[in-house]
């Protein structure tokens, strides 16, 4: 599995955006009215009481923008890891491409077509018998590995709205205070949320086989988990930048499993926002320089 290991924390690093932006639309609750209030000559209104209204309203600027840049830092599997790119949010035709450091060197992802491709360190792409420089994952993959990366990428990525952390918080949360504050010169609206993991079991466990999201309903029910995480929305109801601290989830994974990586892995994630609305173009690499990676998995015996 050692050969396996960057690709899995790589892969990883990508599917954490669907932990800042992973849930379904809320189909219960009370929408409480917006303030109207303008903060002079900003036109942030002031901000909403009401998860339910927050989330409608920041659908709504995301649907019209449609894409955005990202930055990342997180700690993940007991490492620091920096990430950056640009996403497309647009159901089955979503795309996305990211470079991330690791202290094993530095992986581009790219995700088109229902397809993931990611570019691994030298070193790594020798250790997987190939000498080109991309691996492929195919959503027909037939090896297990290909398989459960390919499923989680797809719902990830179609996913991976920052708005939908707000759909989450109406439907297993709450939001604890809003003002505004300023951001990188900007006013904007600030709100602090939290997640209840007790409530939203699936969520977490999504996307993952079958006998992972068993695994993960037996190790976080009946426990009282908390994730804290707070939001910046500008006047145009997009989010400029999301913060989400698993580190209490990940502990009580580690103490569940007796893995003390796990209990020490971190889970702290920032990601932010820029140039809503640019166009977003991600195109394959040349076929000439991918390997398939389900490929690579039959010649190791996975």
Known sequence: MRKTTTFAVAAGAALALVLTGCGSSAENGTAAPAGQAKDGGSGLASPFSDALKLADAAKQGTEKAKSAKMSMDMSMGGQSMKAEGSMRFDGENSAMTMTMNTPQGATEMRYVDKTLYMKVPAEQAKQFGSDKPWLKISPDAKDPMSQSFSKAMSQSTQQS?????????????????????????EKVNHYKVELDVSKSIETYSKGQPAEVQEQMKKMLAGKNIKIPAEIWIDKDQLPLQVTMDQSEMMKSIGSSTGSSAAAAAGGKITVKYTDWGKPVDVA??????????????KKMGR
């Open 161 to 185: 709205d920052p708005t939908q952390i707000l759909d989450q918080v109406s439907k297993a949360g709450q939001i604890i205070s809003a003002d505004q504050v300023e951001l990188n010169g």
């Open 284 to 297: 394959a690499p040349a076929a000439d320089q991918v390997t398939d990676f389900g490929e690579v998995m």
